[in-house]
T-cell receptor, first 110, second 115 residues
Framework: KQEVTQIPAALSVPEGENLVLNCSFT??????LQWFRQDPGKGLTSLLL???SQREQTSGRLNASLDKSSGRSTLYIAASQPGDSATYLC?????????WGAGTKLIIKP | NAGVTQTPKFQVLKTGQSMTLQCAQD?????MSWYRQDPGMGLRLIHY???????DQGEVPNGYNVSRSTTEDFPLRLLSAAPSQTSVYFC??????????????FGPGTRLTVL
């Protein structure tokens, strides 16, 4: 059974720092992995999708990597800003459904 | 395109009442699904559909029914609401599910409270 874990559960860093969020999964047979952002009381915003054949994807200050063999993905945020404060969720597309991590709550201190 | 729409945005029910959460998409997506999100947990799949007339159970299907009579609509029915069904419900759609390029699109969510 696919399981997805995100560590840490919460992270607080000063503005301007570069940071890495982690996502690990137990079964490497995946179609893709998607990173989402969720603001308090709001819906889900898709940030990046990495296909199973890809190693990384970039969008602006965000870079996501995928290592299927080790069951890991990272989301790198460069030059963090207070507006980046949110919960970040990863979801693995596996066995015809999305399996979700519990998320990392990120706080960027001005 | 409106994308994925959900109604209502908020709902309060009493234990034992029934209701239907509506979900619609205008992207001609074959795959649609319903998730619930509870505090401190990842989203959990309730039911999904791979096309009109085809539905299947996810991880937490008990207490919920679905049907898919059209490509566009995928309503979720709560048969007899219980306090354990207090949650935020998200509907999602994608072109298909078993392909690496498929991105999931989500609705804005429905916040349900069962008293």
């Amino acid at each position: 059974k696919q399981e997805v874990t995100q560590i840490p559960a919460a992270l607080s860093v000063p503005e301007g720092e570069n940071l890495v969020l982690n996502c690990s999964f137990t079964d490497s047979a995946i179609y893709n992995l998607q990173w989402f952002r969720q603001d308090p009381g709001k819906g889900l915003t898709s940030l990046l999708l990495i296909q199973s054949s890809q190693r990384e994807q970039t969008s602006g200050r965000l870079n996501a990597s995928l290592d299927k063999s080790s069951g890991r993905s990272t989301l790198y945020i460069a030059a963090s800003q207070p507006g980046d404060s949110a919960t970040y969720l990863c979801a693995v597309n596996s066995n015809y459904q999305l399996i979700w991590g519990a998320g990392t709550k990120l706080i960027i201190k001005p | 395109n409106a994308g994925v729409t959900q109604t209502p945005k908020f709902q309060v029910l009493k234990t034992g009442q029934s209701m239907t959460l509506q979900c619609a998409q205008d992207m001609n997506h074959e795959y649609m699904s319903w998730y619930r999100q509870d505090p401190g947990m990842g989203l959990r799949l309730i039911h999904y559909s791979v096309g009109a007339g085809i539905t299947d159970q996810g991880e937490v299907p008990n207490g919920y029914n679905v049907s898919r009579s059209t490509t566009e609509d995928f309503p979720l029915r709560l048969l007899s609401a219980a306090p354990s069904q207090t949650s935020v419900y998200f509907c999602a759609s994608s072109y298909s599910i078993g392909a690496s390029y498929n991105e999931q699109f989500f609705g804005p969510g429905t916040r349900l409270t069962v008293l």
